[in-house]
């Protein structure tokens, strides 16, 4: 399957409303006890134990803004499947699901981080590029 023609997870996090490409989803979970773990990364609010699994979990919205996640934690994650390894997004709500083709990203638009953008009644939505915020994560050695 190439990349974003599967669909998405229109998600919102924060002030955002952004895309998450179904092959990496696999699964959006209710968050139980999040534990803090020292990270260099503000967006990581710790690690959770889903499935039997440890799991670090990340505030998107935070991750995206480049900021400390918020003191209350959220209720609801989603597990992604990034280069081999699960990574729970805390977010505010998985809204839609999408199964359209990603569109391109328009001229002139900056989208970081987004391997395209679908339409939505609330405007274009970007498709986000979970390898590349994983790549960020990693050079701060935050998962």
Not at 44 to 72: N, T, W
Not at 87 to 106: Q, Y
Request: hydrophobic share 50%.
């Amino acid at each position: 399957m190439s990349r974003g023609t599967g669909g998405f997870l229109l998600v919102r996090a924060g002030s955002r409303r952004v895309g998450l490409e179904l092959s990496q989803v696999i699964e959006v979970t209710q968050l139980g006890t999040v534990h803090p773990v020292p990270a260099l990364e503000p967006a990581l609010r710790g690690i959770a134990a889903l499935h039997g699994r440890m799991v670090p979990v990340v505030h998107l919205g935070s991750l995206l803004d480049a900021v400390a996640y918020p003191a209350e934690a959220g209720s609801v994650g989603v597990i992604v499947n990034v280069e081999g390894r699960r990574i729970c997004l805390e977010i505010d709500e998985a809204e839609i699901l999408v199964r359209e083709a990603a569109l391109p990203v328009p001229a002139g638009e900056t989208l970081p981080w987004a391997v395209g953008v679908a339409r939505h009644s609330s405007g274009l939505v970007p498709l986000l590029d979970l390898s590349a915020l994983s790549s960020r994560l990693m050079e701060v050695g935050s998962i």
